[in-house]
C-alpha cells in the first residue's frame, strides 16, 4: 500500500529517445474504471501486474495505490473481462537529473498520443523540466489509462 504523488505532462517530439535507458510494451484493461477507484491489470513484456489506484487529491498529483504481481496467463485471462477497449502502448523509462520520467507512446485507438509522467517524493519536489516536456496536463481526467480506454485520441476533436 503506498501513495503515488506524479505529475503528467504532454510530449512535444520524441528527443526523449536519445536519453532513454529501458522499454517496454505495455498492455493494460480495466475491470473498474469508476472515478472513485480503478482496477487495473497490466502486462508488461514478460511480467504482470494488477493494480487498484483510489481518487485522486483535488490537484490531481497524489492518489493511494495498490499493486501486486500475478501471472501472465492470468493477466490475460483478466484481460479478456475488462472494460472496452485495452490500452496499447510503449513505455520509455528516461532519467533526468535524479528523476525518471516515463514516456508512453500510444498505439491503436489512442495513436498519436505521448504522455510523460514523473513520480515525485512530495507534492512541492523540484524537477528539471526537460526540453521535449510540454504542457502540463495533471489531474485532467481525459488524459488518464482509464479514460482513454473508454474515450480514445482518435475520438477527440
Not at 504542457?135 to 482513454?148: C, F, M, P, R
Request: overall charge neutral; hydrophobic content about 30%.
Amino acid at each position: 500500500m503506498s501513495v503515488e504523488i506524479e505529475r503528467k505532462f504532454l510530449v512535444k517530439n520524441d528527443g526523449f529517445k536519445q536519453d532513454c535507458y529501458q522499454q517496454k510494451q505495455l498492455k493494460q484493461g480495466y475491470l473498474n474504471s469508476d472515478k472513485n477507484r480503478t482496477v487495473r491489470v497490466r502486462i508488461a513484456d514478460e511480467k504482470a501486474f494488477i493494480t487498484i489506484k483510489g481518487k485522486s487529491n483535488e490537484s490531481g498529483t497524489t492518489r493511494f495505490e495498490w499493486e501486486k504481481e500475478i501471472d501472465k496467463t492470468e493477466a490475460e485471462q483478466l484481460l479478456s473481462l475488462c472494460e472496452p477497449d485495452i490500452i496499447d502502448k510503449t513505455r520509455y523509462l528516461v532519467k533526468k537529473g535524479k528523476h525518471v520520467f516515463e514516456v508512453d507512446v500510444f498505439y491503436g485507438e489512442n495513436q498519436g498520443l505521448i504522455l510523460a509522467e514523473v513520480e515525485l517524493s512530495s507534492e512541492n519536489e523540484e524537477f528539471k523540466k526537460p526540453e521535449w516536456l510540454g504542457k502540463e496536463i495533471t489531474g485532467d481526467l481525459k488524459y488518464y489509462n482509464s479514460s482513454l480506454s473508454k474515450n480514445s485520441f482518435k475520438n477527440w476533436n
